[in-house]
């Protein structure tokens, strides 16, 4: 089997777990499409087209943990029911403090283990918990630089 297939294969077994786990999230998790993507180092989630689409890269899927992985898939998930998926930026858009603000908000509902460095609550001391996406963002305007996507993979 290809490293495609055994990364597809791990991903749909971390769905049906993580569905398991969180029936609230199962829609979401049994609805998106599931491409491999050259261009993503992680995975990551949006539309393409009018699908919502879980893009992967076979070798970051194969190199996690099953916990880490229905970690990230968490992750992407709550991406969605953040609604980040349908944000447009701004002209003006602090686009650092914006993906800070997104990180730290699906991060906070992560109990599975992430990996690598994931941009977490507990580094913005000024931040309290239950705070919105674009609540946290306004207080991190200006105050963030060089927050990277991918990390974990965000969407």
């Not at 993580?18 to 829609?27: D, Q, R, S």
């Not at 000024?126 to 919105?132: A, G, I």
Request: a negative charge; glycine letters at 10%; one cysteine or more.
């Amino acid at each position: 089997m290809n490293s495609n297939a055994d990364a597809r294969n791990r991903i749909e077994l971390a769905i049906k777990r993580l569905g398991h786990e969180y029936p609230l999230h199962a829609g979401i998790l049994a609805s998106w499409g599931i491409e491999e993507y050259p261009a993503v180092s992680t995975m990551g989630v949006g539309y393409r087209g009018n699908r919502l689409c879980l893009v992967f890269a076979p070798d970051f899927v194969e190199s996690i943990g099953m916990n880490e992985l229905e970690g990230v898939l968490h992750h992407e998930t709550n991406h969605v029911l953040f609604e980040h998926v349908f944000h447009e930026p701004e002209d003006e858009e602090d686009a650092d403090a914006r993906v800070a603000a997104e990180e730290v908000t699906v991060n906070e509902w992560v109990p599975e283990p992430l990996p690598g460095k994931p941009v977490l609550l507990s580094q913005y001391p000024f931040l309290p918990e239950n705070e919105t996406t674009e609540v946290r963002y306004r207080k991190l305007r200006g105050r963030v630089s060089g927050a990277k996507r991918g990390k974990v993979g965000s969407g």
